[in-house]
Structure formats: structure tokens, C-alpha cells
């Protein structure tokens, strides 16, 4: 985990001159944001922190049953009941099937949510 130290570090860095840039707008009561650019790379930076995790606490559940799919794109393969989460299998099985790797797919998830 320490190597996640520095994308942590720049993802402050970030912050705090995102927040130096910023002026209070008396109008509003808020603050306005001039710089878009920081707040993309903040977004980035944070979503690299996530999707480069392997064992932080069911990460490892999540790569061994990616890891356990097929690479072909099957849609009768799915269980489309209401517990068993069909979108997020159809998605699985379509980056599977794209040739997303296991890190791939924690990522692409890490961006999806943020």
C-alpha cells in the first residue's frame, strides 16, 4: 500500500492548489473554481488510487470472479432474477470479452463511481 502514497500525495497537492485558485463568490456564498483542469486531474488521480488496489477488503473476491469469466460475450449465460445483479454481469462479461484485464476492471469500476 505505500506505493499508493504518492498518488495520494498529488491528489492533496492538487487540492490545495485547487483551492488556492479559488475565489469566494459574495453573490452566491460559495466558492467558484477556475481552474476545471485540477479538478479533472483530482478525479483521475483518485480513480488511479482506487483501480490500482489488490487486497483491500473484498477487491480479491471481486479480480478472482473476473477472473473466472469466459472471454465470450454469452447473454444466456445470465441469471436475470433480481438478486443476481444482470447489469453488472452483462458489463463484466462485455469487458471479459473487450480483453480488459483483471486490474482493468477494478479501474473501469473506480471510475464509474466516483
Known sequence: MWKLVPVVAISLALALFSDLF????????????????????????????????????????????YNLLSKEFDLSRIDYSFGANPGFNILNMLMKSLGITSQGFIMVYSVLTY
Open 22 to 65: 479559488s475565489r469566494k463568490d459574495p453573490m452566491k456564498n460559495r466558492y467558484v473554481y477556475q481552474e476545471k483542469f485540477l479538478w479533472i486531474f483530482i478525479i483521475v488521480t483518485m480513480a488511479l488510487f482506487a483501480g490500482l488496489r489488490t487486497n483491500y477488503n473484498d477487491t480479491s473476491a471481486y479480480i478472482h470472479s
